[in-house]
Structure formats: structure tokens, C-alpha cells
């Protein structure tokens, strides 16, 4: 199967992306400080990673921008992100920029997708960091995390007992 080639959005004349998540320049006149005029010959762009996502540097008229590839492989292929949507990676894998890969999502979404792919840092914990046990019966859980219960009455209780210290003093 070939390889489709599509204008990078935003930099046309100057940049394209394929459905395989890559990007080339174009072949073309770039000028010097002094005025001269030299021809540049287009190539594939090396990416950068960059917090598991990959970056190229894109550059006009001398000023670099650093974009991400899976930002440029969706908006060529699928159009601008709508209102309140992100690019988000089917399989979990940042790096995996192919068109099949990636769709637009909301954010809450991508999150939801980062503790199914087994790649949230939280949701893997098994133990809270006084190595108290993440079981049914000793956490609390909310939609906005979790909470160890033998942590919260171990608080709960010092903090009764400062309180009676505290009036003991009075």
C-alpha cells in the first residue's frame, strides 16, 4: 500500500505529511541575509521525542516553530480539531502517528485512555506511600481519585488528639 502525501495545514509550500505520521519539506528558494537566493532540496524530517509524543521543527522565513506530528497527520487528513477536541492515540502509543491511529476526542476522553492503555501512573499504583494496600475494603474512591482509609482515620485521629491537647492547654 502507498504512501498518501497531503499539504502540512498551516504550511503549505513548504511542508507535507503522510498517512504513516511523516513529514518532508519541500524543495525550494530560500534567502540569505545579503539577498542572494539559494536553492534547498526537500527532505524527510527527523522527529524529535518529546514527553512521549514525537516533534519536528518546522521553519518560514527564518522563525522554527516545534510541532507535533500526530497534530499535523490529523489536521491534513481529517480536518481541524473541533471545539473542545484533541488528538488522541488509539493504541496508547505516542510515537504510532499513522492517520488509522489517531482521532479527534475530547481531553476527559484522552485521560480515560491513558488508564485503559495501562499508561496512568495512578491507576497503577497498588499501595498508598505509607504502603497501606489500594484493596476494595481500605480505599475511598472518588471520580477524582482515591483515598486510603487507613491514612484518613490515622489523620482523622491525630487530629482529635491535637484538638484535646489544644484544649487541655486552654
Same mark, same amino acid.
Given at each position: 500500500?502507498?504512501?498518501?502525501? %497531503?499539504?502540512?495545514?498551516?504550511?503549505?509550500?513548504?511542508?507535507?505529511?503522510?498517512?504513516?505520521?511523516?513529514?518532508?519539506?519541500?524543495?525550494?528558494?530560500?534567502?540569505?541575509?545579503?539577498?542572494?537566493?539559494?536553492? *534547498? %532540496?526537500?527532505?524527510?524530517?527527523?522527529?524529535?521525542? *518529546?514527553?512521549?509524543?514525537?516533534?519536528?521543527?518546522?521553519?518560514?522565513?527564518?522563525?522554527?516553530?516545534?510541532?507535533?506530528?500526530?497534530?499535523?497527520?490529523?489536521?491534513?487528513?481529517?480536518?481541524?480539531?473541533?471545539?473542545?477536541?484533541?488528538?488522541?492515540?488509539?493504541?496508547?502509543?505516542?510515537?504510532?502517528?499513522?492517520?488509522?491511529?489517531?482521532?479527534?476526542?475530547?481531553?476527559?476522553?484522552?485521560?480515560?485512555?491513558?488508564? %485503559?492503555?495501562?499508561?496512568? %501512573?495512578?491507576?497503577?499504583?497498588?499501595?498508598?506511600?505509607?504502603?497501606?494496600?489500594?484493596?476494595?475494603?481500605?480505599?475511598?474512591?472518588?471520580?477524582?481519585?482515591?483515598?486510603?482509609?487507613?491514612?484518613?482515620?490515622?489523620?482523622?485521629?491525630?487530629?482529635?488528639?491535637?484538638?484535646?491537647?489544644?484544649?487541655? *492547654?486552654?
Amino acid at each position: 500500500m502507498s504512501e498518501e502525501w %497531503r499539504a502540512a495545514v498551516g504550511w503549505e509550500g513548504l511542508y507535507e505529511v503522510s498517512d504513516a505520521g511523516r513529514v518532508r519539506s519541500l524543495d525550494r528558494a530560500v534567502e540569505q541575509r545579503n539577498g542572494r537566493i539559494y536553492p *534547498v %532540496r526537500g527532505r524527510t524530517l527527523k522527529p524529535a521525542a *518529546v514527553k512521549q509524543h514525537l516533534v519536528v521543527g518546522l521553519c518560514r522565513n527564518g522563525i522554527q516553530s516545534n510541532t507535533k506530528v500526530h497534530r499535523l497527520v490529523l489536521e491534513a487528513f481529517a480536518g481541524p480539531a473541533p471545539t473542545g477536541m484533541v488528538c488522541c492515540h488509539n493504541n496508547g502509543d505516542g510515537t504510532d502517528n499513522r492517520l488509522e491511529n489517531l482521532r479527534w476526542d475530547t481531553l476527559s476522553s484522552n485521560s480515560q485512555d491513558t488508564v %485503559r492503555h495501562g499508561a496512568n %501512573r495512578n491507576a497503577n499504583k497498588t499501595h498508598c506511600p505509607s504502603g497501606h494496600p489500594y484493596s476494595p475494603e481500605n480505599t475511598y474512591s472518588y471520580p477524582t481519585g482515591r483515598i486510603c482509609k487507613s491514612c484518613s482515620m490515622g489523620r482523622k485521629h491525630a487530629r482529635n488528639e491535637q484538638r484535646a491537647q489544644l484544649k487541655k *492547654v486552654s
